[in-house]
């Protein structure tokens, strides 16, 4: 049995965005508390969070990173995760492991695009919330102002617990006012501050307060402290200095007697049946003795442990050799081995209690955010799923040589299954294989993973578009296949003509042939020359979509009819029939949503315009503090490099999403081009 109780877990996500220090900061907490011996450095590439190769050549986190360490009677779960908007999904997923999360902010560059999106993910999943202002230790920078900012970002119920001693080299407790003053401000100036907004939580110690004008005692503090930060309405900010060690003794006390242990926190929202609005809500209990209800929020592709799914116990008890239900499945794996991690380090443990964080290796059923499980009561059960950003940018990718192709979709899955953020497609239209992610950096990540890791070279390029082909007037066409090589010829004639549908109708096939001059036999190689008419094009090589083909007339010979011959009459009088039906080429039109500054908003809108795109609405409420949200329609291939531009127009505080909403014809120009381009291959073929 562990050496701690459920009552004595802590469980903490840093979050924050690229360069705040988050690394550097767990590094100096597992210093601290005597998990290990000397301090690590992101640079030099020996910190216990940054274990991959491709990290410690990047200098900064790709990927989550679990670790725990005991301190003062209270066992910590941490997490370290990536602050770049491109590994942003690493740090969402964290937040459905842990009670708390710690938004670390570089005093530099103060508040960034992470600080503000962690911000209200934090909140929107019921975490309690902490600032931490790292790097208090560098020059030139304003701490009063950066305060001021935060409060007016993100409310005035963000209030300083301690502050930096005259010479940051050590803080102040404002809730104890131990330790001297502070440059900063007043300590009993911020200390009234935050006993005011702490006593709103409880009614009786307001009165009391107001009235006899006697401040509450530290013990009746303590539990309505934890009470206004488990609902959000007090959110502390604390200042360190991970590189000196300033301000870390103190950050790991208020971790230990402030931050909610699990049976403090919010629950965790559960729900039975399917997703959506049929959903009922699912009471998990922090309880040992109960029921397994366990959350995936993690898994790892680890070269030496296989398939590594990284699970926090919501209820009951995990033990070694239990029997675990995935899912709905209804027969049970093995719980073979239970791991802690340590970095990249695997630490066997024999159970794991209600707030633990835990692994199970070598399982290929267990999958992100699955729900694990030891009894079919709790069959049909799933975690409230968070808001991922949706992976936009695409590249086609194909293996340099042909023998590699199997592993390519055994690696692309294998990269798929542990990032949220990461998709493959295989396009049937375009017989592409396309990979998706948040951005450049992390695409260029997993293009670098696949050729060291996995030794698989590849070739990219941008994905091809889409397009579809179409008449918009009735036609005719004929054709008469007539071949005579010396023996048995071919003959097969077949008159038919087309009719535009309306969008969406897809193909409309009919049979009005009559008096037998093309036999019944005959008849499905008839429809698969349609068919690979249509599937070929005719304008620029797409298919052809929203036609009805009537087969109304042809010829047979009673010995040289063949089915090829058919196919082939077939084949060709579509091809006639399209080409004197006024062909034209349709674009895909994807409805696209855009969360950006207010500020922008009209370079924005006047971007969308010159792509050929048209706003639908806009909201100036949605998408968190300052943010607006701008719907509209825009042409998909006009938006091959929209993510480096909005990325430059809103200095990388922007985010969109797409969805294909309608084909529609493209412009004359475009076309000519197409058609042209498509000309030149036949000929070079």
Avoid: W
Wanted: with cysteine; proline share 5%; hydrophobic share 40%.
């Amino acid at each position: 049995m562990p050496s701690y109780t459920t009552e004595s877990i802590r469980s903490i996500a840093l979050v924050g965005h690229g360069g705040a220090g988050k690394t550097t900061l767990a590094e100096a907490l597992l210093l601290k508390a005597g998990a290990i011996k000397t301090k690590g450095a992101v640079e030099k590439g020996s910190t216990v969070c940054d274990y991959d190769p491709q990290e410690k050549a990047a200098g900064h986190s790709l990927q989550s990173a679990l670790v725990n360490f005991a301190f003062e009677g209270v066992h910590v779960h941490l997490i370290d995760t990536p602050g770049y908007p491109d590994f942003s999904g690493q740090a969402m997923a964290a937040l459905a492991g842990v009670d708390t999360a710690l938004i670390v902010i570089n005093a530099q560059t103060g508040i960034e695009l992470a600080t503000t999106r962690m911000m209200n993910a934090a909140q929107a999943r019921g975490l309690a919330r902490m600032i931490v202002i790292n790097k208090i230790d560098a020059d030139n920078i304003d701490l009063p102002k950066l305060v001021t900012a935060i409060q007016a970002q993100f409310g005035k119920h963000c209030l300083v617990l301690d502050l930096p001693a005259h010479d940051r080299h050590d803080t102040v407790d404002v809730l104890t006012q131990n330790g001297g003053d502070s440059d900063f401000d007043s300590v009993a100036r911020a200390h009234r501050a935050l006993i005011d907004q702490i006593i709103e939580e409880d009614e009786d110690l307001m009165a009391r307060y107001l009235e006899d004008e006697v401040e509450p005692s530290a013990a009746e503090l303590h539990g309505v402290f934890e009470q206004a930060l488990r609902a959000g309405h007090l959110v502390p900010i604390v200042f360190v200095s991970a590189k000196t060690g300033a301000g870390i003794p103190e950050l790991l006390h208020v971790l230990a007697t402030l931050a909610p242990n699990p049976t403090e926190g919010n629950i965790a929202p559960f729900f039975r049946g399917a997703r959506g609005a049929d959903a009922i809500d699912y009471a998990v209990a922090p309880d040992p003795n109960l029921h397994v209800v366990a959350h995936v929020f993690k898994v790892i592709a680890d070269p030496y442990m296989g398939k590594v799914s990284v699970f926090r116990v919501h209820q009951g008890t995990v033990k070694k050799d239990a029997q675990l239900f995935v899912g709905d499945a209804k027969k049970p794996i093995k719980v073979a081995h239970l791991y802690q991690l340590q970095g990249k380090e695997f630490v066997e443990v024999t159970t794991l209690m209600p707030g633990d964080l835990g692994a199970i290796a070598k399982v290929d059923e267990i999958d992100f955010d699955c729900v694990l499980h030891d009894s079919h009561d709790e069959d049909h059960i799933h975690l409230r799923p968070l808001e991922f950003p949706k992976p936009m940018l695409g590249l086609a990718v194909d293996t340099k040589r042909q023998v590699d192709e199997q592993r390519l979709f055994d690696i692309l899955h294998k990269l798929e299954m542990e990032d949220p953020c990461f998709e493959v497609e295989r396009h049937s239209t375009t017989h592409e294989t396309v990979i998706r992610g948040l951005g450049d950096m992390h695409l260029r990540y997993k293009l670098e993973k696949m050729a060291t890791q996995h030794k698989l070279e590849l070739v990219t390029r941008p994905p091809s578009i889409p397009y579809r082909e179409t008449v918009t007037q009735n036609a005719e066409g004929h054709c008469r296949h007539k071949k005579q090589s010396g023996g048995a010829g071919q003959f097969g004639e077949v008159y038919l003509r087309v009719e535009p549908l309306p969008r969406g109708a897809g193909l409309e096939l009919v049979d009005q042939v009559k008096g037998g001059v093309i036999p019944i036999v005959f008849m499905p190689a008839v429809e698969k020359g349609v068919r690979r008419a249509l599937a070929d094009g005719v304008v620029g090589g797409y298919p052809v979509e929203d036609i009805r083909v009537i087969v109304y007339d042809g010829k047979h010979h009673s010995v040289d009819s063949k089915e090829v011959a058919f196919f082939t009459a077939a084949r060709k009088a579509l091809v006639a029939a399209i080409r004197a039906a006024a062909p034209i080429v349709l674009e895909p039109i994807v409805h696209i949503e855009i969360v950006a500054p207010e500020s922008v908003m009209g370079e924005i809108t006047g971007d969308l315009a010159s792509r050929r795109g048209h706003v639908t609405g806009t909201n100036g409420a949605s998408g968190g503090i300052g943010m607006s949200t701008v719907t509209g329609e825009i042409p998909l291939a006009e938006i091959s490099d929209y993510a480096s531009r909005l990325k430059s127009m809103t200095s990388g505080q922007g985010s969109y999403s797409i969805r294909f909403a309608h084909h529609a014809p493209v412009p004359p120009g475009a076309q000519a081009k197409l058609a042209a381009a498509f000309k030149l291959h036949e000929e070079d073929d």
